[in-house]
């Protein structure tokens, strides 16, 4: 059975920094597209940064600069480092796995989910 547990999550004022951590477990995950997903208050889940097996990683364009994702080898462990935390980057944020894929990175795209993690930054 496929799981996906974040941590990392917690309080921290504007400026600040985070790391979240994704473990992943239940199968293979070398080729697999690793991301991660935030969803604030009232809104939709969006996509913030991921890592595929053949074209790197990717970014939200409010986040570029400020966040970087990275994996172990086997892509058994996700992290999402945030500096330069702002106000707007509230939002409880998600691990996501999908087979390798050229596909957008769009939510419905993504099979397994972990069950989030809370980021709140205080201004």
């Known amino acids: 059975q496929v799981q996906l547990v974040e941590s990392g999550g917690g309080l921290v004022q504007a400026g600040g920094s985070l790391r979240l951590s994704c473990a992943a477990s239940?199968?293979?995950?070398?080729?697999?597209?690793m991301g991660w997903f935030r969803q604030a208050p009232g809104k939709e889940r969006e996509f913030v940064a991921a890592v595929n097996w053949r074209t790197g990683t990717a970014y939200l364009d409010s986040v570029k600069g400020r966040f970087t994702i990275s994996t172990d080898n086997a892509r058994k462990t996700v992290w999402l480092q945030m500096n330069g935390l702002r106000p707007e980057d509230t939002a409880v944020y998600y691990c996501?796995?999908?087979?390798?894929?050229?596909?957008?990175?769009?939510?419905?795209?993504?099979?397994?989910w972990g069950q989030g993690t809370q980021v709140t930054v205080s201004s």
């Open positions: 996501a796995a999908r087979s390798g894929s050229t596909f957008p990175y769009v939510r419905t795209s993504f099979h397994y």
């Open positions: 239940g199968r293979t995950f070398s080729n697999y597209d």
